[in-house]
Structure formats: structure tokens, C-alpha cells
């Protein structure tokens, strides 16, 4: 027992250090101290005491508890038995292995030891041997050194005199790069020692031989199928033979504009079999590459050779200079062939032909930025843009005109395809416009191909600018408007006129709506860029609108002159060709008039499907009114017969002067009753003039009561002043009054029934 205590007293001695270790560890990493736990009674722990573990089991637990914990320690005792004997089973091997690798390392040394110490006698041995040579040896090797020194001199004086031998032997065998290499090893020393007669005589044998040499060379460098890297080659070892690099550098370029020339020809006369695309996949092609061939062997043979001595910028103009001489030509012939291609109707090919021209200059642009062949490359796909622009504006124009005389046709004639049946001047104007816009709509897809996202030079912010607002919008869709507006004013007086009212309505039509929708539909596809075109560009929506203003007003007046002359020419034929005088009394209407109200109420149908009624200006403010009505005192309703005295003609000389402010050629509203009053203002002013022509008799001025009474009954509803239309009719009846010998009115009521329908 006292052994047992001394026992536990040493080992909890030896635990005290490794307690304080363990605490020091919890507090380090803030693990908290373990409360009421008694480790002396924990059997996993390092200070379990079995005695007190006893005690402690035998103090809380009953007999049967202690025998199952009994059971559970020998179960736990025989896994832990089971555990140790398998783990020492599995590493035998590993330990008999490392005991019999252990033996042989001891082994191995004591081998190593033996042949170290052998080497080591060995080196000695050597060492004393290569003493004992040296010193036999000093005296000779003074002597095999100095002979040797002579041998090489002479074998360098030896190849001195065999070298225009061997440099001829070298240029007949084309090995020119040990011809140099032999010449330039030999050239210093030959100029060093020319005072002497026999390295004068050598040198200039070689001098003589290095003339066929650089001629070689020239000769070289002359071929058009020298590849770059013997043309820098070649470019080093004249440079080595000393040869001017100017007259070099002429040289090789010569060679290069032979090969350049040779494909600007093929770009000259390309086969007509071929298509764009294919044209600068091949014969334009070949020039681009034989350009970036020639560009970077002069920049590898002459820029980058540290052995010329020239200027950079000198050899960079002098490129610069090349390249572009042969590039102006390629380019005029490019702008040749894309001009071609500009009447072509495929627009897709076109497209993609300039893209790729573009992207093929670029690489050449990169290696040379000081020729500038991106801005003339740029300027080449503008100038085909624009003449592209300018054939659709002729394709444009073109069709405007078909369409104008498929109208005419129309008007005139038969019906063409997309006229047929349509009655009305409506249908044919909506037909023509939507002709027009859609053809024009057609054209701006076609054109919004050169912006498209996958073309290269559209992302070019001089380009786009330039081309969506002056190209495109002015260029193309603002001239193309001006030009319909101006074609419609420059129609000739021969066109129909129902072709008139139609073009009027069109122009109606642009300057309310079509001009301002056609802008924003452009700038929406094509937006612009305003900061690269300043400037304001000419014409503007507001001055096309001013434009077609003026052309409807311009063509309504035409309209109207030409169907007033028409009605005029009806009425004074048939007042010039009746006797007024011999006339019988009037039994009904003259054909004449009722031939005038059929021709305005054909007008009235054509232009009220184009225009709107318009606002009547009547003395009554109830303008729903209208209807025909008696002048007071008016001869129209006049019965007695006519005398003349004071008053009347006070009478006449007051109605002559209203009738001076008459306009019979005003300005025409753009309305149905503006327009109608116009014709009708010409024809009752012609048929005034008529009657102050002639002599009437007693029935020849009744006929003229009955005839202008009819005109009234008929005429009122088409003007837009009934006061106005009265006041002529009564113009006219006071005429031929005026101008009758026996002045007796017909009586109302029989004027009346003459002008009533049958």
C-alpha cells in the first residue's frame, strides 16, 4: 500500500506539468473549465485513480448495477484487446521491413566508406603524375606554342591568297553568304596591308570578284518570286558588301512595283463573270496581299536592320510614298467597279461588297497608318453610298412618273391594273399615294442595310452622321418630296383636268400629313447624329410644307382656269352663233345652260370625294337657308316694258362699279365651294362678256331672262356668296337689256314654267 501511494504521488508530480500546459491551451483558445467533475473517477482521463473509482461505484450503485457495468467493462476490455492485436498484426510486415532497411543502409556505408577512401589515393596518385609532367614538359610547350601561332598565321596568309579563288567558286555555286562572310573576314586586313604589292594585287581580285557578287545579288533581289526572307537576306549582305541603301531600298521597290503592277491589272480588267463578292475575294485580294507582303519585308530588310544607317522618317516616307502611288491607282479602279455595282438591283451584294472592301484595308491601314488608306478607303464607300442613293432617287422618280401617267391613263382612257375598279378621283388619289409611300418605304429598307449592326464602317461615327442626315433624310427623302412637288407644279396646261385636282390633293395631303410622317418614319430608322452636321440642311419640313401649300394653290388655280375656259367657250360659242335679233320666242332652257349646270354638277361630284364642302357666306345668318330667292326690284322677275332715263343709269353706273371689285380670278380656298365658285366666277364673267357683244331683240332678251333665271334655280347651290352669283346674272341680264332694241321682259310665272324640270 505504501508503495501504491508513492506511486500515485510520482505521477501526479509528473502530471503537474502537463496539467499547466493544458490550462494554459484553454484559456489561449477560451475553452471554459470543465465544472464538478471529478477526473480522478473518470476512466478515460489521465488521472483516474481505480481505488477511489471503487469506492466511488461501490457507494452509488446497487449489486445488480455494478454487475451490468461489470459486463460492460469486459466487453469493452475484450474490443480494446481485439483493437491492439489486429494493429500490430497490420504493421508486422512494416516493421520487419524498416529493420532489414535499416541493416543495409548499415551495410551500404561501410561499402561507401571503402571505395572513398580508394578515390581519395587515387586523386593523389594523379596529382603527382601531372606535377611531374608539367615540369618535364615547360620548355616544349613554349616552343609548341610559338609554332603554332605561326601556323595559324600562315594558314590566314594562305587563305588570303586563295580568296578570289574561293569567291568565284562561291558565286558560281550561288553560296553568296559565305562569299560574304569570306570578304568581310579579309576586307581589313587586305585594306590594312595595300601598301604591300602582293595584298594589293589580292585585293583587287577581290574587288573585281565582290562586283560579280553584288550583281548576283542585284540580280537577287530583282526577281519577282523572292521570297521575303532572301530579300532580307539579300538586303543584309549587300549592306555588308557596303552597297548604298538607297540604291537598295530603289531597288526592292522596283521589284515590288512590278508584282503590285501586275495585279492592278487584273483588278483593271476583272472577268464579267464575276460577282463582287468573288472580285475582291480574288483579284482584289491578291493586290492587298501582295501590298501587306511588300510593306513588312521593307519594314523588316530597311526600318528594323540595325545596319541601315538612313533616317527613319526618311524610310518611312519613302514607303508611305510607294504604297500610296500604287494605292490611288487600285483605288480608282475599286470606285470604277463599286460605281457598277450601284445600277444593280440586288442592293444585299452590294452591302456586303463594301463591308468587306473595308475590313481588307484595315489590315494595310494598321501596318502603314501614315498612307492614310482608311479615310480614302472610307471616302471610296461613301462615294458608292451616294451613288447608290442617287439610283434609288431615280428609281423613285421613275416610278412617280409611271405612276403619274398610269393616273393620266386612268383619267383618260382605260383603266391600268391597279386602277381598276376605282370610281372615284378619291380612290385613284389613295391608290397613288400609297403607290408613292410604300415605294419610297421600299427604298429606305433597302438603304438601312448600310447601318445594319454587322457592317464595319457603319459603327464609324463620320460616317453615320453624315450619311443618316445628308444622305438619306436630305439627300434622298426631302429632295424626293421636293421633286414631286415640283413636278406638279411644272404640269402642263395638255394633262386632264381632273389630273389637277387629283395632284392638288396629293400636295394637300403632304403638307398635313405625308412630309412630317415620312421625316419621323426617316430620323426612326436612320436616327441622326446633328452634331456631325451642324449646319442646317436645306429643304426643311417647314419649307417642303410652304412648298406644297403653294402647289395645291397653284394647281387649284390652274384647275379652275382651265375648267372655267371651258365653260366659257361653251357659253360664247352659243351666244356668238344665235341670232338675238330674228329670235322666236323661248319655249324652254337653250341647251347651252343646261349643258353648263350638268358640267358643274359633274364637278361638283369629282371634287367633293377630294375636298371638304367649305363655309357658305350668305347675308342670312341661318346659312341652312339657302335656297333660291327674288331680287327686289331685280329685271330677272321684270314684266314691264323697259325704259330708259336718269335713274337707270345711275343705276347701271352703280352696278358697273361693284362689279369692278368683282375678282373673278381670287385666290382659291382649298373647299369644294371655293373651287366651284371659281368656275363658275369665269363663266358667268364670260357669259357677260358675250351678251355686251351682241344686239338683241324683243324674244332674243326674253331667251337670255329665261336662260339666267335657269342658272339661278340650279347654279346657287355650288357657290359660296349667293349674292355674289346674283349679282352677275343680274349683270348679264342688265347687259342685254342694255343692248336690246325693244327691251320687254318675259312675265315670272311664265319664266318660272319654262325652267321647270319635264
Not at 553568296?176 to 604591300?196: F, G, M, R, S, T
Not at 489590315?363 to 501614315?370: G, R
Not at 357659253?571 to 347651252?592: F, Q
Not at 343705276?651 to 373673278?664: A, G, T
Amino acid at each position: 500500500q505504501h508503495y501504491f501511494i508513492q506511486s500515485n504521488l510520482s505521477m501526479t508530480e509528473a502530471n503537474l506539468p502537463k496539467k499547466r500546459n493544458r490550462n494554459l491551451l484553454k484559456q489561449f483558445y477560451g475553452i471554459k473549465k470543465e465544472e464538478n467533475v471529478d477526473r480522478n473517477t473518470d476512466i478515460n482521463s489521465d488521472q483516474f485513480h481505480s481505488d477511489i473509482y471503487m469506492k466511488d461505484m461501490l457507494g452509488k450503485k446497487h449489486l445488480d448495477e455494478l454487475l451490468g457495468h461489470q459486463t460492460v467493462l469486459l466487453k469493452e476490455i475484450r474490443t480494446l484487446d481485439s483493437e491492439m492485436q489486429t494493429l500490430v498484426y497490420e504493421n508486422y510486415n512494416k516493421f520487419i521491413s524498416a529493420t532489414d532497411t535499416i541493416r543495409r543502409m548499415k551495410d551500404d556505408f561501410k561499402l561507401m566508406e571503402e571505395q572513398m577512401e580508394a578515390v581519395m589515393s587515387n586523386m593523389d596518385s594523379v596529382s603527382s603524375f601531372s606535377n611531374d609532367i608539367s615540369v618535364n614538359l615547360s620548355d616544349s610547350r613554349q616552343k609548341i606554342t610559338k609554332l603554332s601561332s605561326v601556323h595559324s598565321l600562315l594558314t590566314k596568309l594562305q587563305t588570303l591568297f586563295e580568296l578570289p579563288t574561293l569567291l568565284r567558286k562561291a558565286i558560281q555555286m550561288e553560296a553568296y553568304p559565305q562569299a560574304v562572310k569570306y570578304y568581310c573576314q579579309a576586307a581589313a586586313i587586305l585594306c590594312q596591308y595595300e601598301h604591300v604589292n602582293s595584298f594589293d594585287g589580292i585585293r583587287a581580285d577581290c574587288e573585281n570578284t565582290v562586283k560579280l557578287l553584288k550583281e548576283a545579288l542585284r540580280s537577287n533581289l530583282a526577281k519577282p518570286d523572292i521570297k521575303p526572307n532572301e530579300v532580307v537576306e539579300t538586303t543584309d549582305m549587300l549592306l555588308e558588301l557596303k552597297e548604298c541603301p538607297r540604291v537598295i531600298i530603289q531597288l526592292y521597290l522596283d521589284t515590288a512595283h512590278v508584282t503590285l503592277q501586275a495585279d492592278i491589272e487584273k483588278v483593271a480588267n476583272p472577268s464579267p463573270e464575276q460577282d463582287i463578292l468573288e472580285f475582291l475575294d480574288t483579284t482584289g485580294y491578291d493586290f492587298l496581299g501582295s501590298v501587306s507582303l511588300a510593306i513588312s519585308t521593307y519594314k523588316s530588310s530597311f526600318c528594323e536592320n540595325s545596319n541601315v544607317t538612313l533616317p527613319d522618317n526618311e524610310l518611312d516616307e519613302t514607303l508611305s510614298e510607294f504604297v500610296y502611288q500604287h494605292f490611288s491607282e487600285y483605288f480608282q479602279h475599286m470606285q470604277t467597279r463599286f460605281t457598277e455595282e450601284t445600277k444593280a438591283p440586288e442592293n444585299a451584294l452590294l452591302v456586303r461588297g463594301l463591308d468587306r472592301f473595308y475590313r481588307r484595308i484595315q489590315p494595310v491601314h494598321t501596318l502603314l497608318p501614315a498612307a492614310s488608306l482608311e479615310r480614302i478607303a472610307m471616302e471610296i464607300v461613301t462615294n458608292t453610298i451616294r451613288c447608290r442613293i442617287q439610283y434609288f432617287t431615280d428609281t423613285l422618280n421613275t416610278h412617280y412618273l409611271e405612276t403619274v401617267n398610269d393616273v393620266k391613263q386612268t383619267l383618260l382612257v382605260s383603266r391600268p391594273p391597279q386602277f381598276e375598279g376605282q370610281e372615284s378621283l378619291q380612290d385613284i388619289m389613295s391608290t397613288m399615294k400609297a403607290s408613292l409611300v410604300g415605294k419610297l418605304k421600299l427604298v429606305l429598307v433597302n438603304v438601312k442595310e448600310f447601318i445594319n449592326t454587322d457592317i464595319t464602317f457603319s459603327t464609324k461615327p463620320y460616317f453615320r452622321g453624315p450619311f443618316c442626315l445628308h444622305d438619306v433624310k436630305q439627300g434622298l427623302v426631302m429632295r424626293y418630296l421636293e421633286h414631286i412637288l415640283s413636278s406638279v407644279a411644272e404640269l402642263s396646261d395638255s394633262v386632264p383636268p381632273n389630273l389637277l385636282l387629283v395632284m392638288a390633293r396629293l400636295c394637300l395631303d403632304m403638307e398635313t400629313s405625308t412630309i412630317s410622317y415620312l421625316s419621323t418614319l426617316t430620323e426612326e430608322m436612320f436616327p441622326p447624329d446633328r452634331s456631325a452636321v451642324p449646319e442646317e440642311l436645306t429643304p426643311t419640313v417647314p419649307q417642303l410644307t410652304a412648298l406644297a401649300h403653294d402647289t395645291v394653290q397653284q394647281s387649284l388655280t390652274r384647275f379652275v382656269q382651265v375648267k372655267g375656259l371651258s365653260i366659257s367657250q361653251m357659253i360664247h360659242t352659243s351666244v356668238k352663233t344665235r341670232d338675238w335679233l330674228g329670235a322666236l320666242e323661248p319655249r324652254n332652257v337653250r341647251a347651252a345652260m343646261k349643258r353648263v349646270v350638268e358640267e358643274v354638277t359633274d364637278l361638283d361630284t369629282q371634287i367633293g370625294t377630294l375636298f371638304e364642302e367649305g363655309t357658305v357666306r350668305t347675308a342670312n345668318s341661318d346659312s341652312s337657308a339657302r335656297r333660291p330667292h327674288s331680287v327686289a326690284g331685280s329685271r330677272i322677275n321684270s314684266s314691264s316694258k323697259y325704259k330708259y332715263n336718269h335713274s337707270d343709269a345711275e343705276s347701271s353706273l352703280l352696278n358697273k362699279l361693284f362689279n369692278d371689285k368683282v375678282e373673278i380670278f381670287g385666290v382659291i380656298q382649298f373647299t369644294k365651294l371655293s373651287i366651284l365658285t371659281g368656275v363658275i366666277k369665269i363663266g358667268l364673267k364670260a357669259f357677260l362678256e358675250s351678251v355686251r357683244l351682241r344686239t338683241f331683240g324683243k324674244f332674243g332678251l326674253q331667251q337670255v331672262q329665261v336662260d339666267v333665271y335657269y342658272l339661278r334655280e340650279y347654279l346657287w347651290r355650288f357657290v359660296e356668296e349667293e349674292r355674289l352669283l346674283y349679282f352677275l346674272l343680274e349683270e348679264v341680264v342688265n347687259s342685254a337689256v342694255d343692248r336690246c332694241i325693244d327691251p320687254v321682259m318675259m312675265e315670272p310665272s311664265v319664266v318660272m314654267l319654262l325652267c321647270e324640270p319635264t
